[in-house]
């Protein structure tokens, strides 16, 4: 298995520019997951989708930050536009559904700085 | 918020002694994970801990959960220079779905 995965693996672009991280889950996971990691916050739940449906986008900083699963083996993230305090790592990660919370399997994140 | 704190936020220790990590959280719980990152990587899944379970073992890890305290410790025994990464504790809430809430973090260093 291939496990997650996400590209790019680094993004270095210039305050105003769009950004898209793309990220394909493991194939049968039916749960994804979007989370940013900085030094300051921590790890972050942005968004998770079960079934290709977001569930809870609580977490989406603001509306400069889009999400979205148009089928089971594909997921994006969209900064337009993008700040330098967007500079972060994220993660996708995906799962199978439980109801309850079971492992995550994380991709190698996409390291984004914004100049 | 439910974000756990592990305690330490650094350790560094020599290898083959044992090094121990908690962690607390704030609220009930269904399951504590801990998951391991090493520099520059996604995370991994370690071990899964239910709330009506209070020890679990898997090879050189030990997990203890105290849900009274709101609280749980890995211990990773003879620990090895590979060994070296953070761990974080993961909690979900009832209710809360499949999301899970991470902890800030014990950053591991194991010298030779």
């Known amino acids: 298995d291939a496990g997650v995965i996400q590209s790019p693996r680094h993004e270095v672009t210039e305050m105003g520019q769009e950004v898209t991280l793309r990220c394909k889950p493991i194939?049968?996971?039916?749960?994804l997951f979007w989370y940013r990691q900085t030094m300051m916050r921590g790890l972050e739940l942005l968004i998770y989708?079960?079934?290709?449906?977001?569930?809870?986008d609580s977490g989406m900083p603001e509306d400069r930050f889009s999400a979205k699963m148009p089928n089971a083996s594909f997921s994006t993230l969209k900064i337009q536009p993008s700040e330098p305090r967007d500079s972060a790592v994220y993660f996708c990660?995906?799962?199978?559904?439980?109801?309850?919370?079971?492992?995550?399997?994380f991709g190698e994140g996409s390291r984004l700085t914004v100049l | 918020s439910q974000q756990g704190e592990e305690d330490p936020q650094a350790l560094s220790i020599q290898e083959g002694e044992n090094a121990t990590m908690n962690c607390s959280y704030k609220?009930?719980?269904?399951?504590l994970q801990w998951y391991r990152q090493n520099s520059g990587r996604g995370l991994v899944h370690l071990i899964l801990?239910?709330?009506?379970?209070r020890e679990k073992h898997s090879g050189r890890l030990r997990v203890t959960l105290d849900t009274s305290k709101k609280s749980s410790s890995l211990l990773i025994t003879a620990s090895r220079a590979a060994d070296t990464a953070s761990y974080f504790c993961?909690?979900?809430?009832?209710?809360?779905?499949?999301?899970?809430?991470f902890g800030t973090g014990t950053q591991l260093k194991v010298e030779l």
């Open positions: 609220t009930s719980i269904n399951n």
């Open positions: 990660a995906s799962s199978f559904p439980s109801g309850r919370a079971g492992e995550l399997f």
């Open positions: 194939s049968g996971h039916n749960s």
């Open positions: 801990i239910r709330s009506n379970e």
């Open positions: 989708f079960n079934n290709n449906v977001p569930i809870d």
């Open positions: 993961a909690t979900d809430a009832p209710g809360g779905g499949n999301k899970l809430t």
